[in-house]
């Protein structure tokens, strides 16, 4: 039985997660920051460290054998870099380099969060079982990863299946990204709650503006809410269908925040479906809800880190 552990990093525009998980994929130790996003670099890269340094007090690091980094993207896994859209500050940041360096000179893998989240749920989650599937995590951003033929497909630079900035509306709003109409400038939460405002959307007593609230308004029907999740669906099957077609997909497993809203998101994103998966080989497409939850991003870092540090696959449980 594969017991060694492996140190697992999930870095975000909100929060930095860290946590010490074994081949089955469970979590022994956990530690956690804010992520300072709109600060320079190194005080970003300072909560990772803080992260980090926690998990190194804990008496079951000496049984670590790599790192596992799931970051927010782009990401270039080549050079050890990442460029996170949302964190300003890193920019061709060495990330791989400065996490070494902090964790004792164990090697480290980077992947992208989308493509982290991806191998969770083909390890243990919705797409287990499927040889070629699509993951997304809908939330402050949408990213996603790819399994093709049995395997996690990361691409060269760790960014292959980076969903979110497929453009889906040619003349559409400008994307941080630099391009027009992407999927996430569209279906990402704050976004959904941008559009739901803009349209007329009032909030409750709470004054919580965000798409969780959003999504709370369309259950109970009222129609900007609807209205909004129904474009955020639009643009998530347009480009799911997309993907399909490509590389034929058989399954599109969709988590996040976003992802949490149900229904509200489901029904009409597979309505949608049937108006753009329309060709033969991708009509059965089906699209399901995540099932890893909010450690999704640690248990796809500790799978790729597994992965390296065993020369084969972590074990299925």
Not at 71 to 98: E, F, H, I, K, Q
Request: one cysteine or more.
């Amino acid at each position: 039985m594969h017991t060694d552990l492996v140190a697992a990093l999930d870095i975000g525009g909100t929060k930095i997660a860290g946590a010490l998980v074994d081949g089955h994929g469970r979590i022994h130790a956990r530690a956690q920051r804010a992520t300072p996003a709109q600060k320079d670099g190194d005080t970003v890269m300072r909560a990772v460290e803080a992260a980090l340094t926690e998990l190194t007090a804990s008496p079951l690091w000496g049984r670590a054998t790599a790192v596992g980094i799931g970051s927010a993207g782009p990401v270039d896994a080549s050079a050890g870099t990442v460029s996170p859209v949302n964190v300003p500050g890193w920019r061709d940041y060495p990330l791989v380099r400065r996490v070494r360096e902090a964790a004792g000179d164990l090697p480290v893998e980077l992947i992208g969060d989308g493509v982290a989240i991806t191998a969770a749920e083909h390890w243990q989650g919705a797409a287990r079982g499927h040889d070629n599937a699509l993951c997304m995590v809908v939330s402050t951003g949408v990213g996603g990863g790819l399994v093709l033929g049995g395997r996690l497909h990361p691409g060269p630079t760790g960014n292959a299946g980076h969903i979110g900035h497929i453009s889906v509306d040619l003349d559409g709003d400008p994307c941080p990204c630099g391009a027009r109409g992407c999927v996430e400038r569209i279906a990402s939460g704050p976004n959904i709650a941008r559009r739901a405002l803009d349209a007329g959307w009032r909030p409750g007593p709470d004054n919580d503006t965000s798409a969780a609230a959003v999504a709370a308004a369309a259950r109970l029907g009222d129609p900007v809410a609807v209205a909004s999740f129904e474009r955020a669906a639009q643009a998530l099957a347009a480009g799911i269908a997309a993907t399909a077609t490509l590389v034929e997909i058989d399954i599109a497993v969709v988590g996040g925040g976003v992802g949490k809203a149900g229904e509200v998101l489901f029904a009409p994103l597979r309505k949608a479906l049937t108006e753009y998966a329309t060709l033969s080989f991708v009509r059965r497409l089906a699209v399901v809800p995540a099932q890893m939850g909010t450690d999704a991003g640690l248990v796809g870092a500790a799978a790729a880190a597994l992965t390296r540090a065993a020369g084969a696959a972590p074990a299925r449980v």
